[in-house]
């Protein structure tokens, strides 16, 4: 991905498998993120786009909501396969 | 003082261990070890205990938030389970002592919690109450709710609290909706892959499986197997942070591995849930439909529940006195003219009444409750109004109750529930009030009428406009002054898929929260009632008649008391015992202050609406005495009464609720604040409007 701004939950396309690269919130946070299982590595889709650039990404069976500013936290790539 | 310390560590420090050297089981604490720590408790400890006494073993329930827990806690107990505050906090917890083979056990339900560290005082009373870190020494078993349709997370979660060694059984909830989703989990396999931790597949809203369960509780409370892959830890012995992240990595391995066994791959597609989250989480649609759905629930808590108050305000208060009347007929007659008559009718029917007219509308938000909840709905509204409520600090789910405490500032106490953090409970319990209730329109409209005639509507609309700048700024006032640590945190919530609603468990937990509210508040009601009832039957002086027979309001102690606050209200420009003890009968019930002033006016306005007694005499005899009072400025006078009115205290049913759903000293501080609010917004209102009115 050769653009000038990283790719993100926020602006990534929608239904697309995508790895979790980074996630930039504080350390408390961070934490409680991966154990939602959102983490450097995990592969999520995107499934929809709600106000204010809020997201929910899913995981499997899972939904997470996220808000527009944690969104546009986590960096994600295209995962491969 | 020394039982509560724990409450005075905040946040992540109330979880490091405060070494206590009781008798710590060292050995592999299965065996039935347990009971011990109840013995060598410190003393100190017992303050902070609760219901159970000595050896009964206690059954700690945890897990995610909306895994079905409470619904499980409750099919379990039924009307046995208390809800009540944990020690020192407005943290909810639900307990129950639950018979198993003639053996009584200590059934405790937590706050759901996606962690052992806490982010909120909720989640650090569900962390403190597995760990045993609240006092009361570690459960004997521990019965860890698990969600099939989140089964990653919640093995993750599960792996955390098998760590601590305690016996666990696993309750395995939403396999149905897992089923549908083409996921379903076999307790046995599962069970297997946890290397034999019993699980035991339930369903909350049915109940299905709950007696299972309980049985698996009973075979295993001399212990359960720690699976291979997870490590015991000792919770007095090391720093609970770096347990929890340390093992993370760990955990995860481990939690992959059990997904493997289970030959569970993630099966991504698109379900029906994700079709409807398109519209009802659309940027535009999302927000329609959620404010479509609120005016829906504010209509049906007053429209609709209207007919019925009113019946219940008629008919059954005619029903009630007419039975009453007869059974004093029986007593021998003159009986219906003593002052045990006027009690009973003007205090204790009164009561039940005021009681009773509130059952609509709080059965209706009940359901309405209910329903949000159950079909996930609720989860959603919280991210659909996330961005407009955190501007002021609030939850979005915090939407709800303040905009239903415009019809009824009851109800919308009832929906603080919603809240799962106590924090935000309390902070938005604190605010309803300052939502203007129609009960309050009926005063803003006569007074408009009677001092503004072609203004009339304007001066409504403003006084709407006031309530929602009070409770923004009170709502900043208190996030600044008491809510110090409520602040906006970055959201991340799991979406439960929609369901259909099951009307059995709505319709039982609908009658168990009526049931609830009517135990809860009918004391207090009854006994303020009577209260009052009191003061205006003892006569002031030897002309003012006989105990129960004061004709004239102001000549009994309530007229007195009128008089003597009176004065206080010179500044706000109504230093007039109309005025004052009108303020006071609306402490019960803002419906009776327009009738409260008529009286004292001696006026009858029959069934005239409220521009008919604001134009007429009752209006002209109210402009006569604030004119008075405020040396002609009487229409400032008016607009001070107005704001006064509108903030100085919800009426007394709202109080009692408060103070059932909280604490007394909540219900207190918003009484306390109410009055200040109200007394500074009127002097300040009539201080500058004299000048202009
Ligand atoms: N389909 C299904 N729904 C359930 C089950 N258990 C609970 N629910 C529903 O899930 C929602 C959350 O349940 P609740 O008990 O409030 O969860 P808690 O937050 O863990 O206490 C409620 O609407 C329940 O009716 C279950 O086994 N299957
Ligand atoms: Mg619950």
Redesign the pocket.
């Known amino acids: 991905m050769d653009t000038s701004y990283p790719l993100t939950v926020e602006n990534c396309p929608l239904d697309e498998d995508m790895a979790i690269t980074a996630i930039d919130v504080d350390e408390r946070h961070r934490f409680r993120m991966l154990e939602l299982g959102l983490r450097a590595g995990t592969v999520i889709r995107v499934v929809q786009r709600a106000n204010f650039g809020g997201r929910v990404v899913a995981r499997g069976t899972e939904r997470i909501a996220l808000d527009g500013r944690t969104a546009s936290r986590i960096t994600v790539a295209p995962a491969a396969g | 003082m020394t039982s509560d310390h724990y409450d005075h560590r905040r946040g992540l420090a109330a979880l490091l261990p405060a070494r206590r050297h009781d008798d710590h089981d060292d050995h592999d604490g299965h065996d039935a070890g347990a009971a011990n720590h109840h013995a060598a408790r410190p003393c100190c400890d017992v303050g902070g205990r609760r219901v159970h006494d000595g050896g009964m073993p206690r059954i700690v329930f945890i897990?995610n938030?909306?895994?079905?827990?409470?619904?499980?806690f409750n099919a379990i107990l039924g009307a046995r389970a208390r809800v009540m505050n944990a020690p020192g906090t407005t943290v909810l917890l639900e307990e129950g002592v639950y018979v198993h083979d003639g053996v009584r056990w200590d059934l405790i339900d937590t706050p759901?919690t996606y962690s052992l560290l806490p982010l909120s005082p909720d989640e650090e009373v569900a962390a403190k109450a597995v760990t045993g870190m609240d006092g009361d020494g570690a459960p004997d078993l521990i019965v860890t709710?698990v969600d099939a349709t989140n089964i990653s997370r919640a093995l993750y979660f599960l792996a955390t609290v098998l760590e601590l060694g305690r016996p666990t059984v696993v309750a395995l909830?939403?396999?149905?909706?897992a089923a549908r989703q083409g996921a379903r989990i076999e307790p046995a396999q599962l069970s297997r892959a946890l290397d034999g931790v019993p699980v035991v597949e339930?369903?909350?809203?049915t109940g299905a499986g709950a007696g299972a369960l309980m049985d698996a509780v009973g075979a295993h409370l001399s212990g359960t197997p720690l699976p291979h892959g997870l490590t015991r830890v000792d919770v007095d012995d090391v720093d609970l942070r770096a347990w929890v992240e340390g093992g993370a990595d760990a955990r995860f391995d481990w939690a992959a591995g059990v997904l493997a066994r289970l030959d569970m791959h993630a099966r991504d597609r698109v379900t029906v849930s994700d079709r409807i989250d398109r519209v009802l989480l659309n940027p535009v649609f999302g927000v329609i439909a959620f404010l479509l759905l609120m005016l829906g629930v504010f209509e049906a808590t007053t429209t609709l529940a209207g007919p019925a108050q009113d019946w219940i305000d008629g008919t059954v208060r005619g029903w009630l006195v007419a039975g009453v009347d007869r059974l004093f007929a029986i007593a021998g007659p003159g009986a219906a003219d003593s002052w045990f008559h006027s009690l009973v009718v003007d205090g204790l029917v009164d009561g039940v009444v005021t009681i009773g007219t509130f059952i609509p509308p709080m059965g209706i938000m009940f359901i309405l409750l209910s329903l949000l909840?159950?079909s996930g709905y609720l989860a959603r509204a919280a991210f659909v109004m996330d961005r407009a409520m955190r501007c002021m600090g609030l939850d979005g789910r915090a939407f709800l109750p303040i905009v239903i405490g415009f019809g009824c500032n009851l109800p919308a106490l009832a929906a603080t529930r919603t809240l799962p953090d106590s924090r935000q409970r309390v902070l938005v319990g604190m605010l309803v009030p300052f939502s203007s209730c129609t009960a309050r329109l009926s005063v803003y409209l006569v007074l408009a009428y009677a001092f503004f005639r072609e203004q009339a509507g304007l001066v409504v609309f403003m006084m709407y406009m006031c309530s929602i700048v009070l409770i923004l700024l009170v709502g900043i006032l208190l996030r600044r002054v008491r809510f110090t640590d409520v602040r906006p945190e970055p959201f991340a919530m799991s979406l439960?898929p929609y369901?259909v609603p099951?009307i059995v468990?709505l319709v039982r937990s609908v009658l168990m929260r009526l049931w609830g509210f009517v135990r809860g508040a009918s004391t207090i009601i009854i006994s303020m009632l009577v209260v009052m009832w009191l003061l205006q039957a003892i006569p002031a002086g030897a002309a003012a008649g006989s105990f129960a027979k004061v004709d004239d309001v102001h000549d009994s102690v309530y007229g007195v008391v009128a008089d003597r606050v009176a004065p206080v209200f010179a500044p706000a420009g109504f230093d007039d015992w109309h005025a004052s003890a009108a303020l006071m009968t609306g402490f019960v019930a803002k419906e009776v202050v327009v009738a409260s002033m008529a009286q004292s006016y001696s006026i009858d306005t029959g069934d005239e609406d409220e521009q008919q007694q604001g134009e007429g005499s009752l209006g002209a005899a109210m402009r006569a005495s604030f004119d008075e009072s405020s040396g002609d400025h009487g229409r400032a006078a008016a607009i001070a009464f107005m704001l006064f009115t509108l903030a100085y205290t919800p009426c007394l049913a709202t109080v009692a609720e408060l103070r059932r759903q909280y604490s007394t000293r909540i219900a207190m501080q918003s009484v306390g604040l109410g009055l200040v609010v109200a007394y500074i917004l009127a002097v300040v209102a009539f201080q500058t409007l004299r000048w202009v009115l």
């Open positions: 897990g938030p909306n895994v079905g827990k409470s619904s499980l759901g709710v909830t939403m396999n149905d909706l339930v369903d909350g809203r909840e159950d439960p369901q099951r468990a």
